[in-house]
């Protein structure tokens, strides 16, 4: 394995070249480890034979793509594109009505953090919950289904960076803001920062049933910056932990300017008690929104001290802890929820930054975990045995210790610069301790080049034995930030769209296919099955459609296929539209006729020998 060029990972770094050093020498203990019997082994552990399943989804953020990609694990094959927060022409998603209306005209979105719903802290495996940073909105994702269900806008945000995490019985979908900004967006100048500006939490809920999403409440915070933060678990359940950084306050050159304190604060914030507060009516309105300053309410938040600009904090699968990753302090930091609540209840706190009280460092702090040469943790995982694992983003390996005593037991070199990792289960109370992912920023030499910027690059782990074993690089596209890895069991996908005789537009035989004219509106209740589209059973060319110029077209199109993967597409020619309809769905698709001509409509989707012949046409008279 050859393994050039690394030190420009690190370059402008003051440590660049000490962290060379520490890791040419752990590549040059990999090479001799990697012996060709060794690499088949490694193969043998990835190989999935044909007609069996990977054991894993690993439910991967689309990073600013705005999609969430679905891969298999342990083989590390991609399985497929959702389409989250930005159309995605193939399958028509921001096309046809339905989704056009969730995207409401945006066009890209930045997804950072998938969270897949949980009851009693485990993966539920029926949705995932998706942050857009870019545009400030919060998702859900129907994994019966793997098509988006909602999307919710989030007013008085500067981008949700640092959820979606979820609480432990998804009670809440938490998105705390990255930038603070003035609430509702407004114009206020960066000198009154401190008094204008606001960090801001939003509490968001999800009905199961309805499959919709409303804003519960948000929560005012200082204008710190957020970063990936974690709901407690079992008795730290009614809590939310989250990171600060810029508690400088630097409006420029944050760079700089937002680190020049030594130490951040981790928050800590009793959602349950909010709740309550709400509950009796105590917010304001803003926005629209009930807004609650928590500061307002004894018991409702603390600040704990932490070392610079941590990036993540994550809480231990036992819910007795919460570790924060340095960052900018090359350690991780393990605090004990059971002396936060000791120090709470004996009021143990004299100091308070921007009206929240602080917590004692020493007296939460359990202990920091430091290893030799290991710089930039960003986020920790877990296993099955009590070990924590963390990405180490500049010296670029996977570092294993004991939470329980902070001993290191063993660091592997990861192929370069990882940002998250995510473990088998890794965020549920009960991880499975058999695979860890690192999503890695930078690819180098890993794959075949493609030009001047490479894919992103996944290294997989097998963290089943004492040492890891790292097993393969697979490469992705931008841009993964965190992952789920869920068991394969508990995500149930439907074979079929029901077919539902009572469903709004759909029409379910050849036979029943027509089409309405009201005004200037031409309503299609047409149906697609192998092999073509029927749009007017009662007309002699049944796959012709046509309208006068200016018409408002409706094609509500039924596959009546109830044949699992038997997709009909539905493009027309020269309209710059394309649309899907999958096994037993109604889709619409509207547009307005305003081109006369002749068009030729086809399926896109290729579902039968006769798909070729699956065609129609759309005539536009002209005015
Ligand atoms: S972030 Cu990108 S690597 Cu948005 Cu969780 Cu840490
Ligand atoms: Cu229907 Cu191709």
């Not at 945000?157 to 407004?186: D, S």
Request: charged share 25%.
């Amino acid at each position: 394995m050859k393994r050039k060029g690394i030190i420009s990972a690190v370059s402008g770094l003051a440590a660049g070249v000490l962290v060379a050093a520490v890791f040419f020498a752990d590549f040059n203990k990999e090479e001799k480890a990697s012996s060709a019997a060794d690499n088949k082994s490694k193969a043998e552990k990835v190989y999935v034979p044909y007609g069996e399943y990977d054991d894993y989804y690993m439910l991967a953020s689309g990073g600013h793509s705005g999609q969430l990609f679905v891969y298999g694990v342990p083989s590390m094959r991609k399985i497929r594109t959702v389409p989250v927060f930005t159309p995605d022409p193939a399958t028509g998603y921001g096309y046809d009505e339905n989704t056009k209306k969730m995207l409401g005209g945006y066009t890209w979105g930045d997804f950072h953090h998938p969270a897949v719903s949980e009851t009693k802290g485990d993966y539920d495996g029926e949705f995932l919950f998706a942050n857009d940073v870019g545009n400030n909105r919060v998702a859900a994702v129907d994994l019966s289904t793997f098509h988006t269900a909602d999307i919710m806008s989030l007013p008085n945000m500067g981008g949700p960076h640092a959820g979606v995490f979820v609480t432990e019985n998804t009670e809440y979908i938490a998105l705390p803001t990255r930038f603070a900004r003035p609430l509702g967006g407004k114009y206020a100048e960066l000198d009154k920062y401190k008094e204008e500006y606001k960090g801001v939490v939003s509490m968001a809920k999800f009905d199961r049933d309805k499959k919709k999403f409303n804003l519960a409440y948000q929560i005012m915070l200082p204008p710190w910056s957020y970063d990936l933060s974690d709901a407690g678990k079992k008795m730290s359940g009614d809590w939310i932990v989250m990171t600060t950084y810029n508690t400088e306050f630097a409006t420029t050159n944050l760079e700089i300017n937002a680190s020049q304190n030594d130490r951040d604060y981790i928050v800590l914030i009793n959602w349950k008690k909010l709740e309550g507060e709400v509950a009796k009516g105590n917010y304001k309105e803003i926005e629209g929104v009930k807004m609650v300053d928590p500061r307002d309410y004894k018991g409702a938040i603390y600040a704990i001290p932490v070392s610079k600009s941590p990036h993540g904090v994550d809480v231990t699968p036992d819910g007795k802890r919460f570790i924060a990753a340095g960052k900018l302090a090359p350690l991780m930091t393990v605090f004990s929820f059971e002396k936060a609540f000791e120090a709470i209840e004996k009021e143990d706190y004299s100091d308070e930054k921007f009206g929240i009280p602080v917590l004692p460092y020493k007296k939460v702090m359990e202990r920091e975990v430091d290893p030799p040469g290991a710089l930039g943790p960003l986020h920790t995982q877990f296993d099955d045995k009590g070990n924590a694992y963390n990405t180490m983003f500049i010296s670029s390996e996977v570092v294993k210790w004991k939470v329980d005593t902070g001993e290191v037991i063993d660091r592997k070199p990861s192929y370069f610069s990882p940002g998250h990792s995510s473990a088998a289960e890794g965020d549920t109370v009960d991880p499975d301790g058999k695979w860890l992912v690192a999503l890695n920023k930078i690819a180098k030499d890993n794959f075949l080049s493609v030009g001047p910027s490479h894919p992103e690059s996944m290294d997989l782990f097998d963290i089943s034995g004492e040492e890891m074993e790292h097993i393969m690089a697979a490469p992705v596209d931008p841009e993964p930030h965190y992952a789920q890895i869920v068991h394969k069991d508990k995500i149930k996908p439907k074979k079929l769209y029901e077919k539902d005789e009572k469903r709004k537009n759909a029409v379910w035989s050849k036979e029943d296919a027509h089409i309405e004219r009201k005004g200037n509106e031409v309503h299609v209740y047409g149906v697609a099955l192998r092999s073509k589209f029927v749009f007017d059973a009662k007309s002699d060319r049944p796959d012709a459609v046509t309208v006068n110029q200016g018409d408002r077209v409706f094609f509500h199109m039924t596959n009546i296929d109830l044949d699992q993967d038997i997709t009909h597409g539905f493009g027309i020619n020269d309209y710059n539209l394309n649309f899907e309809v999958q096994p037993g769905q109604t889709n619409t698709l509207e547009f307005v006729a305003d081109q006369a001509g002749t068009f030729p409509i086809y399926c896109t989707n290729f579902c039968s020998a006769l798909h070729q012949e699956m065609s129609g046409y759309l005539l536009v008279k002209p005015k």
